[in-house]
């Protein structure tokens, strides 16, 4: 079997688990002494656990880009120029990020979203995969992968919704949501 230095990985699918499974990953990483940087392009309302336990610890790096808190108005997603920008000026700064070579590791949180939400190209991400360096783990997460980025992919895991505590009426929970 060949080894491979650095991999890349792909969490998505509906079912619960796809950010969670990448930041036990670089908890992983981060206990071999490997350098790690988790970007979050979409945040919620909240302040999440990890992003207070990584800077506590400083074991990870994380940063939330953008202003963060998509919008949705009758269930559909509102984008105008200004989020498109402010999507492109995020892939920019990972782009940055990864071609800098501190990290081994490189979580882009909810990216598949930006490219489901047509914020971000799949071919941008494609290329993006293609390009990096060839000791860096990329992990992407987010619902509806691509199939290109898919293809792309070492890893993919899909997660599926057998049930849902949110379909019961129960809302976010500090600890397991966020
Ligand atoms: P987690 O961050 O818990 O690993 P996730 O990354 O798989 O979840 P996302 O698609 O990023 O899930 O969804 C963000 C939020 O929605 C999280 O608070 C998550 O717990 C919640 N969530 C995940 N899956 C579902 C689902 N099937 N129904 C309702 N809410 C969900
Ligand atoms: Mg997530």
Same mark, same amino acid.
């Given at each position: 079997m060949k080894k491979k230095k650095g991999q890349v990985l792909v969490n998505t699918g509906n079912g619960k688990g796809k950010t969670t499974a990448a930041l036990g990953l670089a908890l992983r990483a981060a206990g071999h002494n490997m350098r790690v940087l988790v970007l979050q392009f979409i945040k919620g309302p909240w302040m999440s656990g990890e992003v207070k336990v990584c800077r506590d610890l400083a074991c990870i790096d994380i940063e939330q880009l953008g202003s963060g808190f998509i919008k949705f108005e009758q269930g559909k997603l509102v984008i105008d120029h200004a989020l498109k920008k402010e999507a492109q000026k995020a892939l920019a700064y990972a782009k940055e990020k990864m071609m800098e070579? &501190?990290?081994d590791v490189i979580v882009l949180d909810e990216i598949n979203n930006m490219v489901d939400y047509g914020l971000i190209e799949a071919n941008q991400l494609v290329e993006m995969i293609e390009n990096k360096p060839e000791n860096l783990t990329l992990v992407l997460t987010g619902r509806n992968a691509d199939p290109r980025v898919i293809q792309a992919a070492d890893t993919v895991t899909e997660m599926k919704e &057998?049930?849902?505590?949110f379909s019961r009426g129960i809302k976010a929970v500090k600890g397991i949501e966020y």
């Open positions: 070579g &501190v990290y &057998v049930k849902h505590a």
